[in-house]
């Protein structure tokens, strides 16, 4: 009765060993992103930028003979699933994680990952907190929201030439960052905050909020929580043909706001990192990316890519998919030539230098507006 029962486990232990092998060819890395809610077309469209950046990597060779092999969690843009997402993570053995959307769920998978000894670079993650902490396995291919705010302040001050202007927030940890650093800068510069309160995401009708901060008088209504929220406040706002500028920050800047406002969208304004169209190093990228995948790359895909990029060139670079021993290899990154520009990190992971410009909806898409030059002088985006 002994050797049947070895006989009959025998193909399972050969395809658990065919399995284990498998495993050991590939190099884990993990994409935290939101795949359910209200951001699954954001998080959805960076995990694609990390699979094609995979795909391109293992097509030159791979990394130390090895596959890299994308492992996606879905986060929701929640805390709790942040953690969970992150446990799993760490459970599979990912070399690195790169990815993310929500700062709210970045916070706590960074806790998580940073107990576990596991790199984390994110990718459009921008409250300042997540760089701040002291941790040693965080890194950022974007710049921050106290880089963003003040850009916006300096935007509304010294190009719309505003001496009033309201600040909507969704109070989540990205949208209440952003506007806390963007209140700041603009009380620095001498602007008048008439309006500086929040919202609740996810509402259907924001009309008694834009119709009480209009009659305050502001020049500008900057909204810094996402984009659902952002095309609804266009399209009330036109409805009641409220006269204030809107503009948003970065976490506006998504089709979605277009597709909800329809016409109304038109005018709309937001401070952005530079869009994939506008990167001089990322056109083939945005070739490639809409012909695999059918539709244009969404904001944050470059810094995705880059990320997934950065991680592969860190693990061959140590040598090894150790985790502590890629902490140390991305802590030497420097003149990094990605999609995005040129990367360095500083000591505290973050990029040493940040890109901000303004984009404009314009016929129903995203079109360059104007950025700061070097002389400190506004420009148009070419």
Excluded at 80 to 103: F, P
Excluded at 113 to 132: E, M
Excluded at 134 to 149: A, K, L, P, S
Excluded at 154 to 163: C, E, I, N, Q
Aim: proline share 5%.
């Amino acid at each position: 009765m002994i050797k049947p029962i070895l006989y009959a486990a025998l193909p399972l232990l050969l395809a658990v060993g065919a399995a284990s092998a498998s495993a050991a060819d590939t190099i884990k890395i993990g994409v935290p992103v939101p795949l359910s809610g209200p951001y699954a077309a954001a998080g959805t469209d960076i995990l694609n930028a990390a699979k094609l950046a995979a795909d391109d990597i293992n097509a030159s060779g791979g990394v130390l003979g090895k596959k890299i092999d994308i492992m996606a969690e879905d986060d929701g843009c929640d805390a709790q699933m942040g953690v969970q997402a992150a446990q799993k993570m760490i459970d599979g053995g990912v070399a690195v994680v790169a990815g993310g959307y929500c700062s709210g769920a970045g916070l706590p998978e960074l806790i998580a990952l940073h107990r576990a000894g596991v790199p984390f670079i994110l990718d459009a993650q921008t409250n300042p907190k997540l760089t701040s902490m002291g941790f040693n396995n965080v890194f950022r291919t974007i710049g921050r929201d106290d880089e963003q705010g003040p850009f916006a302040a300096k935007f509304m001050s010294g190009y719309l030439h505003a001496k009033k202007v309201a600040v909507i927030n969704d109070n989540t940890v990205y949208s209440k960052g952003l506007a806390d650093n963007t209140v700041s800068a603009l009380k620095k510069d001498g602007v008048d905050v008439v309006y500086d309160d929040s919202v609740t995401p996810g509402q259907m009708d924001y009309s008694a909020v834009l119709s009480h901060v209009a009659s305050l008088d502001p020049q500008v209504i900057d909204y810094t929580g996402y984009f659902a929220e952002a095309g609804l406040m266009a399209k009330e706002a036109a409805a009641l043909h409220l006269k204030p500028q809107l503009m948003g920050g970065d976490a506006t800047q998504d089709p979605t706001l277009i597709k909800t406002a329809g016409a109304a969208a038109n005018g709309w304004i937001c401070t952005t990192a530079p869009l994939p169209q506008f990167l001089t190093g990322a056109k083939q990228f945005v070739t490639d990316f809409t012909k695999k995948y059918g539709t244009a790359p969404g904001p944050y895909s470059p810094y995705e890519y880059d990320a997934i990029e950065i991680a592969a060139k860190a693990v061959k670079d140590a040598g090894s998919t150790d985790p502590s021993k890629v902490i140390a290899s991305l802590h030497t990154i420097k003149d990094y030539k990605g999609l995005t520009g040129n990367i360095t990190f500083n000591s505290a992971g973050d990029r040493t230098v940040a890109v901000y410009i303004t984009v404009i909806v314009k016929d129903q898409a995203f079109a360059p507006y104007v950025k700061l030059n070097a002389a400190g002088q506004w420009v148009p985006v070419q």
